[in-house]
């Protein structure tokens, strides 16, 4: 049996174990389930919990340490005077020869005796794995079916027994997303450290100049290349400016527009179609962007006297934020939406008019979940890549002019990444400690957004 056949069948038997505990339920009860602690649909959940989860815990570390295991036990049986003088690399090289034969892979090495014995032993403890894995999966969720039947009574208290098991799933998973970022960020930062060793934090904090590529010559940039982010980071600012510059205003309008003027047709219509737009792929953006509206800005700026850029960050930033929209759009919909109804009748009770209303309750009450919106818009303009990269070009330059070629932190992490890179050089390492100030500046807006959150809050609650 194949493995996605295995996994099928306790998925099978999960359903079917469900469908028996609670058909079980029923007839101990003669079907009057007020004689049970627990509802029918608890007794279902227990027993394709014990079903499927013990199966599911062997099955899942089966396979994902069988490969290991069965190659080091092909590696052991390998005669001693052939391995036994290898390199790490050398054996890694044998290795593959040996599964590259059992996969069927034919290999310029398929005539050596050796290796041919060695991929019939791997096959051969391949096919014993896969036969007991099927055999102690299949027996666990048939043995966790049976016992977890016998506990179908009406006095026993498995819905507890489920909720606790349903705590430990969440309490897992929320376990795993802090692990993971506490991993992502000590991978950042062990990085970011290698490359401040060699390039000083005020050069790169404080430097005017970004030309990471390393210097050939000695009458280049510096002798090992100029790493200060003022220029990233300003063309990062600038261009998310003007993303917020059209992505707020318009958001908002909408949103106050949908949430207090439209009627329900009008809503059902447009509601869908501002969301469309979150659905796009950014590159299509960046199409747009680089194809429709940078030349658009370019010879219109020529018939006022103006030197445009092919590649402007007005550009970027104008279509970063028409992508922008939905995100403060939908959110402060429906944090509008979610301002009860008695605080608007109280407003207009006193004589207030509708746009009285709007400016002096709603958006004040409403004005946490609107920050959270801004707040998710702006990190999303910080992180875009593709629109920076078609739209606003690579050069790295120090200007507030929207009408010159700027580029971002997040562009340039992804130009020192590409292609093959050897760690070890201040020019990859670089992309860490971009990466490393840029969840700084992150969290310290967090910080501050959330500040502000409360502050309101309290005043409004």
């Keep these: 049996m194949s493995t996605p056949a295995l996994a099928l069948a306790v998925a099978l038997l999960t359903i079917l174990g469900y469908w028996i505990g609670r058909r079980r339920s029923f007839a101990v009860v003669a079907n009057d389930t007020s004689k049970l602690h627990s509802r029918p649909t608890y007794h279902g959940f227990y027993v394709a919990i014990w079903c499927g989860i013990p199966a599911a815990f062997v099955f899942f570390f089966w396979v994902l340490f069988e490969g290991y295991l069965i190659t080091d036990l092909v590696v052991a049986g390998l005669p001693e005077s052939v391995v036994g003088g290898l390199s790490a690399d050398r054996m890694n090289l044998v290795v593959n020869d040996i599964l590259n034969l059992a996969s069927g892979n034919i290999v310029a090495t398929e005539s050596d005796p050796m290796l041919r014995a060695a991929a019939d032993h791997y096959i051969q403890l391949q096919s014993m794995s896969r036969v007991a894995l099927v055999v102690l999966v299949l027996s666990l969720a048939v043995a966790g079916m049976g016992l977890s039947l016998r506990a179908v009574q009406p006095h026993n208290r498995v819905r507890n027994r489920v909720e606790r098991v349903v705590q430990i799933f969440l309490i897992g998973s929320s376990t795993i997303a802090v692990f993971a970022t506490i991993g992502i960020v000590l991978s950042v930062l062990f990085e970011a450290i290698r490359f401040f060793e060699a390039v000083p934090l005020s050069e790169f904090l404080f430097g005017l100049q970004w030309s990471p590529q390393m210097a050939i010559r000695e009458d280049q940039v510096g002798s090992s290349g100029a790493f200060g982010a003022i220029p990233l980071f300003a063309g990062t600012l600038l261009i998310s400016f003007i993303a917020m510059l059209v992505a707020v205003p318009v958001g908002l309008m909408s949103a106050i527009y949908l949430g207090e003027y439209a009627s329900r047709k009008v809503r059902a219509l447009v509601k869908p179609l501002l969301e469309v737009l979150a659905g796009i792929p950014t590159v299509v953006y960046g199409f747009f962007a680089a194809l429709t509206v940078a030349p658009f800005i370019r010879d219109n700026g020529s018939l006022l006297g103006l030197d445009v850029s092919s590649e402007s960050a007005l550009a970027a930033g104008l279509v970063m934020g028409i992508m922008i929209i939905p995100f403060v759009s939908s959110l402060s919909d429906d944090v509008i939406n979610a301002v009860p109804q008695a605080m608007r009748d109280g407003s207009e009770a006193l004589g207030a008019t509708r746009s009285e209303t709007i ?103």
């Design 359 to 461: 400016k002096k309750v709603v958006i004040p009450a409403a004005l946490p979940g609107i920050v959270g919106g801004i707040l998710l818009a702006v990190s999303r303009a910080i992180g875009e890549t593709m629109i920076v990269v078609m739209a606003a070009g690579l050069a790295a330059n120090l200007t507030a002019n929207p009408l010159e070629a700027v580029t971002t932190v997040t562009v340039q992490i992804v130009t020192l990444l590409v292609g093959d890179q050897e760690f070890d050089s201040p020019k990859t390492l670089a992309a860490f400690a971009l990466g490393l100030m840029l969840f700084i500046v992150t969290l310290v807006l967090n910080v501050i957004a959330l500040h502000v959150v409360r502050r309101y809050r309290e005043q409004y609650e």
